[in-house]
């Protein structure tokens, strides 16, 4: 079981926009930056926004972030089937003195 | 161009040890943390272990505490995961991760770890 909870899927059609939620607690999220990661199948994790909301450096407009107290969550807007893999939020727990990770989100784009 | 490469897995059998290394080119080794996450097939990121640039500075996860070792040899720019007392629950993609102060910046490519009679 992840430290930081994510839906297992969303799905959504080709040009529209998807959100996925990242939710924890006041020692991880609330507390320090929250990064997400993009994993095509078959590859390793690339980071996407780090700092809650910066995109990261060659990374598209399309995707943004954001975060509220123990939540957050990352926006992709006019989805590409390039999209579709799973995405990870994460965060530096302060009580565990290590990374979390949310569980992943598979995306399908329809 | 940044690279971290991981190497040392394969198949071990429960109750065995393995070590992986990374090896890392392209940046400024000594000035960045460093940590291993894995994945088990299937399934989400699971961190294991973080040093510090200096490794002074080590942490663990509870799964891995007392099993593993993580070390680093900034003059040879490697890093290094000592792994015994190994199970069937270790069997997972092992990465090495750069790690610039406020997230992951950059993976390895991972090195697979199977613990199987």
């Known amino acids: 079981q992840s430290v930081l909870t994510q839906p297992p899927s969303v799905s959504a059609a080709p040009g529209q926009r998807v959100t996925i939620s990242c939710s924890g607690s006041s020692s991880n999220i609330a507390s320090n930056y929250v990064s997400w990661y993009q994993q095509l199948p078959g590859t390793a994790p690339k980071v996407l926004i780090h700092?809650?909301?910066k995109r990261a450096s060659g990374i598209a407009d399309r995707f943004s972030a954001s975060k509220s107290g123990t939540s957050a969550s990352l926006g992709i807007t006019g989805l590409q089937t390039g999209d579709e893999a799973d995405y990870f939020c994460g965060a530096w727990d302060t009580s565990l003195s290590g990374w979390v990770f949310g569980g992943g989100t598979k995306l399908t784009v329809l | 161009e940044v690279q971290l490469v991981e190497s040392g897995g394969g198949l071990i059998q429960p109750g065995g040890s393995l070590r992986l290394s990374c090896a890392a080119s392209g940046f400024t080794f000594h000035s960045y943390s460093i940590n291993w996450v894995r994945q088990a097939p299937g399934k989400g990121l699971e961190w294991l272990a973080y040093i510090s640039s200096s490794g002074r500075t080590i942490y663990y996860a509870d799964s891995v505490k007392g099993r593993f070792t993580i070390a680093r040899d900034n003059a040879k720019n490697s890093l290094s995961l000592q792994m015994n007392s190994l199970r069937a629950e270790d069997t997972a993609v092992y990465y090495c991760?750069?790690?610039?102060?406020?997230?992951?910046?950059?993976w390895g490519q991972g090195t697979l770890v199977t613990v199987s009679s």
């Open positions: 700092d809650d909301d």
């Open positions: 991760a750069r790690d610039p102060g406020d997230y992951i910046d950059f």
